[in-house]
C-alpha cells in the first residue's frame, strides 16, 4: 500500500504535468463525410513549413475520392515567380476516426516505409463544410481551409481562437489570402 504522503505526490505529479489538458481537446472532429470534404479548398493561412517555403499566393488544395477509399490530393500555389508549383499525393483514412487521415507526397513504392505519412487531422470544421482546420497530434502544423478564396475576418479570428486553445501556437501563423471585414 502507498504512503498518504506519497500518494498526494503522485497526485501533485500527475497534474503538474504540463499540456497533458491541451492533449485531450487536439483531437480530430468526430465526424467527417469524405464526400463532402471533396474538392477544392483554398488556404486562408498556415504554420510555416519547409514544404511551402516557395508559395506567395494562391494556395489550394483539391481532394478526389478514390474507389479504394483513399483520396487523392492536390496542393497547388503561385510562386514569386509567377508560376504554380503543384505537390500531388495521397490521403489514408486511419481506422476508426473518420477525421483523421495519414498523406503522403513520396513515390507510391516508398509507401510501406512509414515515415513518409504524416498525420492530418482535420480538428475544426464548420457543420456546413464552408472552412475547415487541419492540424495534427505533435501541434507543428496548422492551415485554415476555406471554400472561397478569401474569409471574414471575425471568423477567421475566432478559428484562431479555438485552434489557440487547442494549444497550438499561432505566434509564426502566415496569412496568405485576404481577410474581408
Not at 487536439?26 to 467527417?32: G, S
Amino acid at each position: 500500500m502507498m504512503h498518504p504522503r506519497m500518494c498526494a505526490l503522485a497526485l501533485l505529479l500527475a497534474f503538474a504535468v504540463p499540456g497533458r489538458a491541451q492533449d485531450a481537446v487536439n483531437a480530430p472532429v468526430a465526424e467527417l463525410d469524405l464526400k463532402r470534404y471533396s474538392g477544392q479548398w483554398h488556404e486562408i493561412a498556415h504554420l510555416p513549413m519547409f514544404f511551402q517555403r516557395q508559395c506567395v499566393g494562391d494556395i489550394t488544395a483539391t481532394y478526389t475520392p478514390r474507389a479504394d477509399g483513399n483520396v487523392t490530393v492536390r496542393n497547388a500555389c503561385r510562386t514569386k515567380e509567377g508560376t504554380t508549383d503543384v505537390s500531388e499525393g495521397i490521403a489514408r483514412p486511419v481506422a476508426g476516426k473518420p477525421a483523421a487521415l495519414e498523406v503522403r507526397f513520396a513515390p507510391d513504392w516508398l509507401s510501406w516505409l512509414p515515415m513518409v505519412w504524416a498525420d492530418y487531422w482535420v480538428i475544426d470544421l464548420d457543420p456546413e463544410y464552408h472552412w475547415a482546420v487541419v492540424g495534427g497530434p505533435d501541434r507543428d502544423h496548422l492551415w485554415v481551409l476555406s471554400r472561397e478564396p478569401e474569409m471574414n475576418r471575425a471568423l477567421f479570428q475566432r478559428i484562431k481562437a479555438r485552434a489557440a486553445a487547442k494549444g497550438y501556437n499561432l505566434r509564426e501563423l502566415k496569412v496568405m489570402a485576404p481577410l474581408r471585414p
